[in-house]
């Protein structure tokens, strides 16, 4: 399921860390937007749930609209 991690405002400055840590847990990282704070990816079986890990302040499903 492709996902967008929302940090924790005090949290910007480590981005690289924590989509480093998602990486480990088995989650492929597609983009880190250090500005906006956000990190999206696929979470494979994971669920959203197991990927608000420390640092991280919310997680969603990411709900692209596709065009044509």
């Known amino acids: ?3 967008i991690a929302r940090v924790e ?3 910007k ?3 690289q ?3 480093q840590s998602l990486v480990k847990m088995g989650i ?3 983009r880190i937007m250090r500005i906006t704070g956000t990190i ?7 669920s959203l749930a197991e990927l608000k ?6 997680v969603e499903q990411n ?6």
């Open 53 to 58: 890990i420390k640092g991280i302040k919310s």
């Open 13 to 15: 400055p480590n981005i």
């Open 40 to 46: 999206s990816g696929s979470s494979g079986s994971l």
């Open 63 to 68: 709900r692209r609209v596709k065009t044509h």
């Open 9 to 11: 405002d005090n949290q």
């Open 17 to 19: 860390e924590i989509a």
């Open 28 to 30: 492929r990282v597609k």
């Open 1 to 3: 399921m492709d996902f």
